[in-house]
């Protein structure tokens, strides 16, 4: 019996994160990823807190646009003070949903 290819084993992989977290709520989504973020990263948390931020992007393009926004304003501020920005991403997407998302 042969292994399947790493490319194909890559596919099967994405998939089934793809369909994990599909079908997860926007709440428990958030609160997976700000969950993750308070803990020490290791590889497995890095690539589950990248496929939790790959699949609220997705459903919510509007709150992306604003992150990318903030990322602008951040980088542009610091090419004028010569001062580094932070900022810190999941903080800005969460704040971004629930803004977009607020009735």
Not at 5 to 16: C, E, G, I, Q, V
């Amino acid at each position: 019996m042969t292994q399947p290819s790493k490319t194909t084993a890559r596919t099967n992989l994405d998939n089934r994160h793809k369909a994990l977290f599909g079908r997860a709520t926007s709440d428990v989504l958030i609160q997976s990823l700000l969950s993750l973020d308070r803990q020490t990263m290791n590889q497995e948390r890095r690539i589950a807190r990248a496929w939790i931020i790959e699949e609220l992007e997705r459903r919510f393009p509007a709150a992306s646009e604003l992150v990318e926004q903030a990322f602008a304003a951040a980088d542009a501020k610091e090419q004028a003070t010569g001062e580094p920005i932070e900022v810190d991403y999941a903080a800005v997407l969460v704040d971004a949903i629930r803004s977009t998302t607020k009735s």
